[in-house]
């Protein structure tokens, strides 16, 4: 018997926690050869994260006013969306991001358009790394590994 999907989510937020607080402390130093990041520049690459989390808080939101009857199921993948969002904001503005998303008018598909948000997302965040900072690289990379924990954990929403 395997754990139930609240344990898995709850282990995803606290492993998602962890990644914050690891990442709360200075963003700029140096990168891995010597080069430095500026406090400009990895505020720049946080700002544009936290817009991809902005607009996989939106997926989440639209599909729930859509699909009524998801709400319940989807509203601890929201709350996770959610704190990485703010694990990710530096205090900024992050309003949402344009026109709510289209939802597709089968449940399944809704869900289905929300796993490959969350994998766009973790693979954005993957692809940022290169950029970041370590401190900055530790939690993308602990958000992005929950992020894809999330898109598996969701396609039993969607069965």
């Known amino acids: 018997?395997?754990?139930?999907?609240?344990s898995f989510l709850a282990a995803?937020?606290?492993?998602?926690?962890?990644?914050a607080v690891a990442g709360c402390s200075t963003d700029a130093g140096a990168r891995p050869g010597g080069q430095s990041v500026s406090a400009v520049s990895v505020q720049g690459l946080r700002r544009r994260t936290a817009r991809r989390s902005t607009a996989l808080v939106s997926r989440y939101d639209a599909t729930a006013e859509?699909?009524?009857a998801l709400a319940e199921a989807l509203a601890p993948f929201r709350d996770v969306a959610v704190a990485h969002l703010r694990a990710l904001s530096d205090g900024s503005a992050t309003g949402p991001a344009g026109a709510p998303p289209e939802v597709p008018a089968e449940p399944a598909d809704a869900v289905g358009a929300l796993i490959e948000d969350e994998r766009r997302t973790s693979d954005e965040r993957l692809a940022a790394l290169d950029e970041a900072p370590p401190e900055l690289a530790r939690l993308l990379a602990s958000l992005a590994?929950?992020?894809?924990?999330?898109?598996?954990?969701?396609?039993?929403?969607?069965?």
Do not use: N
Request: charged share 10%.
């Open 12 to 19: 995803g937020a606290a492993l998602t926690l962890t990644g």
């Open 145 to 159: 590994a929950a992020g894809a924990a999330q898109a598996q954990l969701l396609e039993g929403v969607r069965a």
């Open 1 to 6: 018997m395997g754990l139930p999907r609240r």
């Open 66 to 68: 859509a699909h009524p």
